[in-house]
């Protein structure tokens, strides 16, 4: 099973970016995907996740209203589209699945078995 997430970049404040999630080995149309990202010193905590079937979706308080989140399995990808991007979200981002929940109000539940390598996300003037 490979994850590779794509489309990190460095942007101004207010800009934006869209990740993808591509995988191999694993439908990601069966389950639960999240998205996870880790600023320097501090630690992970997941912002988004969708639900095997597409039709749950979570974000964290931070990033709500900025980000989505959807899944194109034509080409058993994930995206996060990201919208008018703060210096806050500058992060490596990791999207995740497998042994998962994804709970609209509480968020991802469960430790996931399958992560990407993570993208790079730069928000600066």
């Known amino acids: 099973v490979q994850l590779q997430a794509s489309g990190g970049g460095s942007v101004q404040p207010g800009g934006s970016l869209r990740l993808a999630c591509e995988a191999s080995?694993?439908?990601?149309?069966?389950?639960?995907v999240g998205w996870f990202r880790q600023a320097p010193g501090k630690e992970r905590e997941g912002i988004s996740c969708i639900n095997g079937a597409g039709d749950r979706t979570y974000y964290k308080d931070s990033v709500k209203g900025r980000f989505t989140i959807s899944r194109d399995s034509t080409r058993n990808t994930i995206y996060l589209q990201m919208d008018n991007l703060k210096s806050e979200d500058a992060a490596v981002y990791y999207c995740?699945?497998?042994?998962?929940?994804?709970?609209?109000?509480?968020?991802?539940?469960?430790?996931?078995?399958?992560w990407g390598q993570g993208t790079q996300v730069t928000v600066s003037s």
């Open positions: 080995g694993v439908t990601l149309s069966d389950q639960p």
């Open positions: 995740a699945t497998h042994r998962i929940f994804c709970v609209s109000g509480s968020g991802i539940v469960g430790k996931p078995e399958y």
